[in-house]
């Protein structure tokens, strides 16, 4: 069982193994299906060096006898290497499972384990892709549709003979996505069985959620929404063109600044990072970075729902309100907010107003924009 990643994509700020779902880690969960099996296992858990003590602590002590905890290595096929190491002489057929599909039915793995010996060959689960998939090129324009009825999801565990895959990994020379890849690489063949829904991987804090409703009583938990606010000011700069939400106002002085100067984009950056709890545009976007160097709110803006995305943090609505003398958004509002809603694929509402002649934005220096965002969070 190969439990040492980092988890970084899960953000939960320990390993993923440890992380607890319903009260339980996933490493537990991992385990439990196995010790239902009535064929009998020898378990070998790997995990990160520094975290073989608390994982032992983790085994049942019933289950003491067949489990085993051993450090892992820097990459998971380093990893499935050490655990190989630890596979008991006399075993014939190795799974190969990851403890992140910690709700891998138990029927799954008997499915695998006889299906390699009767065949003698590796053995994988897997789903029927639903999707439909296009292939692309490196621009991103669309080149083809792929046949789908020849596409599997992958799933583990994954199992082989165990003569043939320590035979398999003594001769790799390249990191492999899994180990059906480096097994068929080395000649051997592999065939597919049914894989399981449950059986699906917790990768990202959205999968998390999922794995509580499941772990749980299976009622929805309360999403938790979240607020924030970003601020931004510049100056005005008659030698640069006005981009301004993403728009090109021609005739208008432009805003100083290390990229185009966008404030409306700027604040909604940082009023967004503020909301999900990632940060700030300085912190993710620095000025020191030449590759922000002229950038475009768009770039920010996107980049910004990217990273809201992979925390698993969705944008519910968005409202920019911007302080200024020019340029007048009147005319322009809707062709702003439709361009930002697009972007961030949420409702956006821009709005403007003066200060009456006062301070820096009633001089004509310059302008503010105030934006706050509403975030949808999973649920911890």
Same mark, same amino acid.
């Given at each position: ?22 009260? %339980? ?112 090129? *490196? ?41 059906? *890849? ?5 000649? %051997? #063949? ?43 000011? %510049? ?16 005739? #208008? ?56 995305? #992979? ?23 809707? *062709? ?39 975030? #949808?969070?999973?649920?911890?």
């Amino acid at each position: 069982m190969v439990a040492a990643g980092s988890g970084t994509r899960l953000a939960a700020g320990r390993p993923k193994a440890f992380v607890e779902v319903d009260g %339980h880690t996933i490493l537990e969960r991992s385990l439990r299906p196995i010790l239902l099996s009535s064929t009998p296992w020898q378990i070998v858990v790997v995990v990160p060096a520094e975290l073989v003590d608390e994982a032992a602590a983790l085994v049942p002590s019933r289950a003491a006898g067949f489990v085993s905890v051993v450090a892992g290595a820097t990459t998971r096929q380093g990893s499935v290497a050490a655990g190989l190491a630890a596979v008991e002489p006399g075993v014939e057929t190795v799974l190969v499972h990851d403890s992140a599909r910690c709700f891998t039915p138990t029927a799954q793995f008997e499915l695998v384990a006889e299906t390699v010996e009767r065949l003698g060959h590796g053995v994988v689960p897997g789903l029927p892709v639903s999707d439909t998939i296009k292939r692309v090129d *490196a621009g991103g324009s669309v080149t083809a549709t792929v046949d789908r009825s020849e596409l599997v999801a992958m799933q583990t565990p994954q199992g082989f003979p165990r003569r043939a895959l320590d035979e398999a990994y003594a001769a790799a020379t390249e990191e492999h996505t899994d180990d059906a *890849a480096l097994f068929a690489l080395a000649g %051997h #063949e592999v065939t597919v069985v049914p894989g399981a829904s449950e059986a699906f991987k917790i990768t990202t804090p959205w999968d998390l959620a999922r794995a509580e409703m499941l772990a749980g009583d299976g009622r929805p938990r309360a999403t938790p929404l979240r607020t924030g606010v970003g601020i931004d000011v %510049h100056g005005f700069d008659a030698e640069q063109p006005l981009r301004l939400g993403t728009l090109d106002w021609p005739g #208008e002085a432009g805003l100083a600044g290390h990229s185009d100067g966008d404030a409306v984009a700027h604040a909604l950056v940082d009023a967004l990072l503020s909301a999900a709890g990632l940060g700030d545009i300085g912190s993710r976007f620095g000025t020191a970075d030449p590759r922000y160097a002229g950038a475009s709110g768009e770039v920010f803006l996107t980049a910004t729902r990217a990273i809201l995305d #992979e925390a698993g943090a969705r944008i519910v609505n968005a409202a920019v309100q911007v302080v200024g003398n020019r340029p007048r958004l009147a005319a322009r509002r809707s *062709a702003m907010e439709e361009a930002l809603s697009i972007l961030l694929g949420a409702p956006v509402s821009v709005s403007a107003t003066t200060t009456d002649g006062l301070g820096f934005t009633g001089r004509g220096e310059g302008v503010t924009v105030i934006a706050t965002a509403l975030v #949808e969070v999973a649920a911890a």
